[in-house]
C-alpha cells in the first residue's frame, strides 16, 4: 500500500497497519463491537468452525469467481458492505472505495451516513447501491430514494436492525461517542492519541478535519434536527425513525429497482422481507455493532435459504477476513457477501488504493480456495464442501485476540 514498506498479504495485515497509522479512539470506531463484543467474535469463529472438504486429484484450470447479483455481473462475488463516516479514515472517502470495487468489477454500497454526498458516490462508479436510513421519517426517506435514482443507483439497500444504537463500549471509554457527536474537531483535543499518529493527522488536516453526514442537509421536512448542522442531531436522526415492515411495503412502491433488506438474523424476518417485496436480503448482525449476543451471521445463514434462498438472492456479512470464508458461505448457499471492516482497513492504510489491495486479496485467496477444493465455479459450490466443527481453545483465543 502507498506510504508503507511493509506490503498488506492479508486483511490481517491491513487491520494492522490501520491501527499503527489510525489513532486508537479512530481506530476503535471501526473496530470495536457492542457491549462484551461476544457477537464480534462468533462472527470470526463461525468461520474458524467451518471447515472445507476438498475434492483432491481434480484439475480445475482457472476457476470462474464471476456471477451476477440482481442480475448485474461481477468478476467475484465480494460487495463493499455500507459503512459511516469513512472520511475519518481517509480524503478519499467512499468515493475511493466505489472506484476501487468499480476496477475490481464489483459493488460498492455507499451508506447514508457516509462522509460525501451520495451524488460523490454515484460520480465515482456505475454499478453503486444506496443503503438507506430513515433520517427524518418517510418525508427524508423519499427525498433520499429520489436523490439516489436521479443518480442512477442500482439497487436500494433498506437496514432494519437499528432500532436503537447498541452500546459501543470502546467508543463511550475513548471518548468518542461524545466528541463525534459534537464536532470532530473536538475530538482532535480528546488527548495524545490522535496527535502521535502524523500521518493520519496531516490527511485530516488537509481534508478540513471534516467528519460530516454528507447527506444529512435538508431532506426531513418536519424535523429541523436533520437540517441542522449538529452531527448529534443527524446521528440521532438515524435511529429517529427505525423501519417497520409497512415501511419497507411503502419503499417498494416509492423504487422502481431491485430492493435489499440488510439485518435479517431468522428465517421469519426473511419471510417477512419476500412478502413486503425484497429482491435480496442480507444475513447481517451489523458486524456485531448492535445487539451483542445475536447470533453469527453464517450459523444463521442455512435456515435463512432454507426459507427464501429459491425466491430471492440470499448475502451475508459478519466475520469475512478470507477469500477462504467467502468460498464457505457461497458454499454455505450466499449468493454473494458483504465485507466492511476489511475495506476500511484497507482505505485507512492506502485510499483508493487500499481498497483495491484488501480486494485483490480477497480474489487471490479465493482463487487459490477453490484450486484447493476442486470446484471450477463459485455457482457449483453447495453444502457438500463444507464441514462444522466445534472451534478450537487456541482459535477461538486467536478470533477474541483479532476482532
Known sequence: MPGRKAEAYSVADARLQAKRILPRPVFDFIDGGAEDEVTLRWNLQ???ATGLTPQNAVDVGRPSLSTTVLGQPVRFPVLL?????ARVLH????????RAAESAGTIAIVSTASGRPLEDFAAATSRGWFQLYFFGGRPGAERLVARASASGFKALVVTIDTAVSGKRERDIRNGVAGALS???????????????????????????MSVEFGNGTGIGQDNEAV????????????????????????????????????GVLSADDARRAVGAGADAVVVSNHGGRQ??????????????????????EVYVDGGIRRGSHVVKALAVGARAVLVGRPWLYGLAVGGEAGVRRVLDVLRDEMDLTMRLVGAPDVRQLDAGLVRRRPPAPAIAAAAADNP
Open 91 to 98: 480524503p478519499d472517502a467512499e468515493p475511493g472505495a466505489a
Open 46 to 48: 463461525a468461520f474458524e
Open 81 to 85: 458492505a455500507p459503512c459511516g463516516l
Open 227 to 262: 437540517v441542522g448542522d449538529g452531527l448529534a442531531e443527524k446521528r440521532a436522526a438515524i435511529i429517529a425513525h427505525p423501519p417497520t415492515w409497512e415501511d419497507v411495503e411503502w419503499l417498494r412502491q416509492q423504487w422502481d429497482r431491485p430492493l435489499v433488506v440488510k
Open 291 to 312: 445487539l451483542d449476543g445475536a447470533p453469527a451471521s453464517l450459523d444463521v445463514l442455512p435456515e435463512v435459504v432454507a426459507a427464501v434462498g429459491d425466491q430471492v
Open 182 to 208: 459534537r464536532d470532530f474537531r473536538t475530538a482532535v483535543r480528546l488527548g495524545p492519541s490522535l496527535a502521535v499518529r502524523p500521518q493520519w493527522l496531516y490527511r485530516f488536516v488537509r481534508d478540513g
